[in-house]
């Protein structure tokens, strides 16, 4: 792969919105953020529709302003740009069966992350345009950069091109939103979602990993539980650490460490050659993400993860999270310095 095309406000022409209907499904993290940043943007309220159930969420959006409207059916059937701004897990099941059916057949549909695209779980229309704008932040993030007048990282693809007109309703949707001021990276459903899936199932399961396993090995060589806390992550240090590596560079950082430090991190990393970690990521990508495997399974607990209690598999898994040492220890010594922290 070459360089990526990156779009900025100047190849965005918000003309191509007006008199569109624009319908927000959801109004959670990212609904809120992105509704409100639209609307700065200069579309006029009128045009824009809050489609959420009564609760809270439609109560925030009512106080702020928005037209809501309850019935998904209704709100389908007005819709010339419908955001998918609900959970990924509820998004097959409310757009296929409430949304899907009443959708104008040239709709331009967005989603802001590209897994359930990918997975070919929600249907549309030939005729339609599916698009992706996905942040790389979260809701409070888009919302508050914005209001500064500063943009955000953000990635943009056009899935479907029902009309022929996709991407310019892609740049405008992105830059109505905020997300070309600071440039829009073009990306594909298929590159965000591998890359999500696999820092999800690969590069964080064995940093935890890694962190319980140096824990486990510094206890038994007789650290105590505060100081193993404090210096592992609760003085936040590798916060820090992943902060300077996006100002000053992922190695560049370790500058900022003691000659101690820097000479022990660079010899020792390459002196590991990572092969049969390669092999391992291989594996998760291939046979775990790109098979669909992972996808099924998830698919089929998505409605237990709903439930109360133990039945709920998310739950079960927190449980036996516990079991770790390191979660017991930091446990206790929560508990031991509460009012302190
Ligand atoms: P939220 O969890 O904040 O969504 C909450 C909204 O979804 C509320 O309006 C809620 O309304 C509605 N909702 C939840 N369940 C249902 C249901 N069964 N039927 C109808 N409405 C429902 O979602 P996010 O904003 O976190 O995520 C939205 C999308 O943005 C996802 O695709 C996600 O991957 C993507 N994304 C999220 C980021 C983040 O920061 N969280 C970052 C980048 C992308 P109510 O409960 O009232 O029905």
Redesign the pocket.
């Known amino acids: 792969m070459g360089q990526a095309k990156i779009y900025y406000d100047s190849d965005a022409d918000l003309g191509v919105l007006s008199n569109k209907k624009i319908v927000f499904?959801?109004?959670?993290?990212?609904?809120?953020?992105q509704a409100q940043n639209l609307r700065d943007s200069g579309i006029p309220n009128d045009q824009i529709l809050?489609?959420?159930?009564?609760?809270?969420?439609?109560e925030t959006?009512k106080a702020k302003g928005f037209h809501v409207e309850h019935d998904?059916a209704t709100a389908a059937e007005v819709a010339d740009v419908l955001f998918?701004?609900?959970?990924?897990q509820?998004?097959p099941?409310?757009f296929n069966e409430?949304f899907s059916p009443k959708l104008k057949s040239n709709a331009t549909i967005v989603?802001?992350?590209g897994?359930?695209v990918f997975f070919n779980l929600l249907k549309f229309q030939p005729g339609q345009d599916v698009v992706m704008v996905?942040?790389?932040?979260?809701?409070?993030?888009?919302r508050s950069l914005h209001e500064k007048g500063r943009g955000f990282p953000c990635f943009v693809s056009v899935e479907q091109n029902g009309t022929g007109k996709g991407l310019d309703a892609a740049l405008a949707l992105s830059c109505a939103i905020g997300a070309t001021k600071q440039g829009a990276i073009a990306s594909s459903v298929r590159e965000e979602t591998v890359m999500d899936l696999m820092a999800e199932q690969a590069l964080w399961p064995n940093i935890i990993m890694m962190f319980r396993e140096a824990f486990n090995v510094l206890k038994d060589a007789g650290c105590s539980d505060e100081a193993l806390c404090y210096e592992m992550w609760m003085s936040k240090e590798p916060a820090e650490i992943f902060e300077r590596a996006a100002d000053d560079g992922f190695v560049a950082q370790l500058k900022h460490h003691s000659t101690v430090s820097q000479y022990g991190q660079l010899s020792g990393s390459l002196k590991l050659e990572g092969g049969a970690m390669r092999e391992h990521f291989k594996d998760i990508l291939y046979n775990q993400i790109l098979s669909g495997k992972f996808c099924e399974a998830f698919s089929q607990i998505e409605d237990d993860l709903?439930k109360e209690g133990d039945t709920n598999p998310l739950n079960e898994l927190y449980k036996r999270s516990e079991e770790m040492e390191l979660v017991k220890a930091e446990k206790r010594v929560r508990a031991r310095l509460a009012g302190l922290l």
């Open positions: 499904l959801g109004f959670g993290n990212q609904g809120s953020a809050i489609a959420n159930r009564v609760d809270s969420y439609a959006a998904f998918i701004l609900i959970p990924d509820v998004q099941r409310v409430q989603v802001a992350s897994y359930n996905a942040p790389r932040m979260i809701g409070s993030s888009v709903d």
